[in-house]
């Protein structure tokens, strides 16, 4: 079983006037994620990124359509169970780290799925370990710097072991040595992952393959070397090359 | 450092010092609250003219401040909302209380002792729910109602609400920077933005709040938080609640 499998997805955020139609965010998306792949989803703002993910995870309810996680179909009586399939790193670090330390934060997830103790403390260190954390276990979260929170709020999804990573513009305001630290990372973790990154050099670093997202449909799907370096298809897509292809 | 900044940063100063290292801090979360709570029971149980008892009560938070080594004047600025109100609410005693319990001139009357007995009240319990608050994480705290069988229901709310706040305070800093960068010169808010301001604020705190309900969620919450590392129950507890406890009698009753 795929750990992520979309069939004819579509999604509308409903009306916010009385007669309007709702708006269309995501039309007939189909696509497949196999075990350990990488793949990048890319679009302009407002093609619907960051509205697929939160459909993946069960944080909005699909119009038509099917996600299948590790098998597993997302429906409201299967949330419980696919959550703990996947792991969702939000844009915002901040989101995500809501306890007082590194430590509370990172074991919240096992201790919720009914750990015990010396089970959230290997998983702890193991997150952190695989994030280059170790350390910092005890410090409180608003004293880290924002590339320590990213990687501390990937940290948090890595302590129960997911066979799915989605991760939401990871690479946002993070200084040059940071986000090549957290590509370092991504690259270093075995589960599948499905990066929605407006950051193309980003994606060309961190996933072998890629999505574009354009107007809610899939414009295209392929290699990320082939995607990344047709100027017409990205330009027709709201995006730009990325800056190591036009540079040379 | 304006004051919702320093409020945001007094949050985090008063959950980083519950965090150190000291006795009081190592004490069983349970232990604290059982002491806070059978001080403040004895401590608002004396009479309004037993000024004499009441000042024989400061000896628990004054010693605490001392034995624990916590500075008493962050007390002064973090808890000023609530000592101001406190210090005027027996204000108007000695005005409607003229009844005289001392001879001599002036005569002390009995407002002026019951004004100054619920002044004392006020000021020392306030002192023992701040040095429960500085020496207690709420995580703590939440696990110790727990135990004592409060609701989750309750306990997740009291939670929430410690964590929303210090989302709330970081929302409206944002806010409150973004508008006086722009209204330079302008000492405070303009009443005509209040309005537009209280709604971005509502919208993104609650926006905000969202986003971190549902990252809980993710992460397996289903209403209870769970326990983390506890504290063990020692001797040094068993001796801290004995002493509260008897010497609070004794003052009391003897």
New interface residues.
């Given amino acids: 079983m795929k750990p992520l499998e979309i069939d004819n997805l579509h999604f509308a955020y409903p009306a916010t006037r009385r007669g309007e139609a709702p708006h269309a965010v995501l039309t007939g998306i189909s696509f497949s994620i196999g075990e350990s792949e990488s793949v990048g989803l890319v679009g302009a703002n407002g093609a619907g990124k960051s509205t697929l993910l939160k459909l993946i995870c069960g944080l909005l309810e699909p119009v038509k359509g099917s996600i299948h996680v590790s098998g597993t179909e997302v429906r409201k009586d299967t949330l419980a169970q696919i959550r703990r399939e996947l792991g969702y790193v939000f844009q915002d670090a901040d989101n995500q780290l809501f306890t007082s330390t590194v430590r509370d934060d990172v074991a919240f997830a096992p201790r919720n799925y009914g750990y015990s103790r010396e089970e959230t403390e290997e998983a702890v260190d193991r997150a952190l370990r695989a994030v280059r954390l170790e350390g910092l276990e005890d410090r409180p979260i608003y004293r880290l710097s924002g590339g320590e929170k990213k990687l501390a709020s990937i940290a948090t999804v890595l302590s129960v072991q997911n066979r799915l990573l989605l991760l939401d513009e990871p690479s946002i305001a993070l200084d040059p040595r940071n986000r090549r630290n957290l590509i370092d990372v991504i690259n270093s973790l075995s589960c599948a992952k499905l990066i929605a990154s407006h950051d193309l050099d980003f994606i060309y670093d961190t996933c072998p393959k890629t999505i574009l997202l354009s107007e809610g449909r899939i414009a295209c799907m392929g290699e990320t070397r082939d995607i990344l370096r047709d100027r017409s298809l990205l330009e027709a897509g709201g995006l730009e090359l990325p800056l190591s292809f036009s540079r040379a | 450092m304006d004051r919702i900044d320093r409020a945001v940063s007094d949050f985090?100063s008063m959950?980083?010092e519950a965090?150190g290292k000291g006795w009081l801090q190592d004490l069983n979360p349970l232990t604290k609250l059982f002491c806070t709570v059978f001080y403040l029971v004895i401590l608002l149980s004396f009479h309004k003219y037993d000024l004499s008892g009441v000042l024989l009560m400061g000896a628990y938070p004054v010693l605490l401040f001392t034995l624990g080594r916590i500075p008493v004047r962050p007390m002064w600025r973090r808890m000023a909302l609530i000592l101001i109100p406190i210090c005027l609410v027996g204000i108007a005693n000695p005005f409607f209380d003229r009844t005289p319990v001392s001879a001599g001139t002036p005569a002390i009357t009995g407002g002026m002792v019951s004004m100054v007995t619920l002044l004392l009240k006020g000021l020392f319990a306030v002192s023992a729910a701040y040095l429960l608050m500085v020496t207690t994480?709420?995580?703590d705290l939440c696990r110790a109602l727990r135990k004592l069988h409060v609701p989750a229901v309750l306990v997740t709310v009291i939670m929430l609400v410690h964590?929303y706040l210090i989302v709330f305070l970081?929302a409206a800093d944002k806010l409150t920077d973004a508008y006086r960068l722009r209204a330079p010169g302008r000492k405070g808010i303009h009443f005509r933005q209040w309005g537009s301001l209280a709604g971005m604020l509502l919208l993104r705190s609650v926006d905000?709040a969202d986003?971190?309900y549902?990252?809980?969620?993710?992460?397996?919450?289903?209403g209870e938080f769970?326990?983390?590392?506890e504290k063990p129950f020692t001797r040094t507890d068993l001796a801290f609640i004995s002493i509260t406890v008897i010497a609070s009698i004794i003052i009391r009753y003897l």
């Fill in positions: 985090h959950e980083e965090r994480t709420m995580e964590r970081q905000r986003a971190v549902q990252s809980m969620t993710l992460r397996g919450f289903h769970p326990s983390g590392r």
